[in-house]
Nanobody, 126 residues
Framework: QVQLVESGGGLVQAGGSLRLSCTTSGLTFSRYSINWFRQAPGKEREFVAGISWSATSTRYGDSVKGRFSISRDNVKNTVYLQMNSLGSEDTAVYYC???????????????????WGQGTQVTVSS
């Protein structure tokens, strides 16, 4: 059974930082690109960041470029999302998702993901 479990969310003041983790089980981790999405109330799910299976490629949504950084540890089957300079606009539920990817591409399309986590809430207070 494939599981993706997010952790690290919480309440932080504007300007602060958080690091989210996505730990997977039940899949061959090194064969999947891993993406982070977020969804705020009343809004569509938004691509945040993605990393290829080999970690040679990363991609970021325009709203987080320069503030967020994605990385992965293929030994721990975990992907990290370091979030800095957080603002109220970053408040959302953050989800990680896995997509089987034979190449080093990153697909930011939510409905093309193979597996999803349950999400973790990030709340930024101003």
């Amino acid at each position: 059974q494939v599981q993706l479990v997010e952790s690290g969310g919480g309440l932080v003041q504007a300007g602060g930082s958080l690091r989210l983790s996505c730990t997977t089980s039940g899949l061959t981790f090194s064969r999947y690109s891993i993406n982070w999405f977020r969804q705020a109330p009343g809004k569509e799910r938004e691509f945040v960041a993605g990393i290829s299976w080999s970690a040679t490629s990363t991609r970021y949504g325009d709203s987080v470029k320069g503030r967020f950084s994605i990385s992965r540890d293929n030994v721990k089957n975990t992907v990290y999302l370091q979030m800095n300079s957080l603002g109220s606009e970053d408040t959302a539920v953050y989800y990680c998702a896995a997509k089987a990817t034979p190449l080093s591409g990153i697909d930011p399309t939510p409905n093309r993901m193979n597996y999803w986590g349950q999400g973790t809430q990030v709340t930024v207070s101003s």
